[in-house]
């Protein structure tokens, strides 16, 4: 098994790998590209996504610097708007569903490390997916940690950490993000 199938899977990797280090420079430079971009050249936007992210639907719009570690593990529905500074570490799957919108400066996070130093300084990690439902609304400057599901017809608050999964029809905010609200 190789170190991208590795990772992919969730089991432990040498993020170090020849192969991976070159798949996060293919996709720093296409979002380099995309970031660098006159803001009125939405075609040319569109091509570099659909060479960039794994899977994506129809009217997928982002604003304008957008990070990634792989983008082929992200995949996205249909009719989903992210702001500025989205930032995905996409060592794991991160998977999105339609109608999602998503504030400035949000990140999701799949990697994740080993609790022993001596493994973490032989670049060893793991990954565990994100999953965002269907009519979900992220705000501003929301962290969502490696494993988490967030449901369908979820709202989550501006400057929450999600470090669990949020259920189904919910308003949800704080450190850590909790359901204050079912609607």
């Known amino acids: 098994m190789t170190e991208k199938e590795k990772m992919i899977s969730g089991k432990l990797y040498n993020s170090m790998d020849e192969e991976l280090i070159k798949d996060r420079l293919n996709a720093k430079s296409l979002y380099y590209e995309y970031n660098n971009l006159h803001p009125a050249k939405e075609e040319e936007q569109q091509a570099i ?14 604003v304008a610097p957008f990070y990634c570690d792989y983008g082929y593990n992200i995949e996205i529905g249909n009719d989903f708007f992210a702001n500025r500074c989205l930032d995905i570490l996409d060592c794991g799957k991160v998977i999105i569903g339609n109608n999602v919108m998503i504030g400035p ?3 999701f996070y799949t990697a994740t490390h080993p609790v ?16 965002i439902g269907n009519n979900v609304w992220i705000g501003g400057g929301v962290k969502v940690l490696p494993g988490v599901t967030i449901g369908d017809n979820v709202v989550i608050g501006a400057g929450s950490v ?13 450190n850590p993000c909790k359901v204050i609200k079912k609607i």
Do not use: Q
């Open 49 to 62: 996504l659909k060479k960039l992210i794994g899977k994506m639907g129809k009217n997928v719009a982002f």
């Open 105 to 107: 400066e949000c990140s």
């Open 116 to 131: 022993d130093a001596e493994a973490r300084n032989k670049h060893l990690e793991m990954t565990e997916p994100v999953r």
């Open 162 to 174: 999600v470090v669990k999964d949020i259920e189904s029809n919910s308003v949800a905010v704080g």
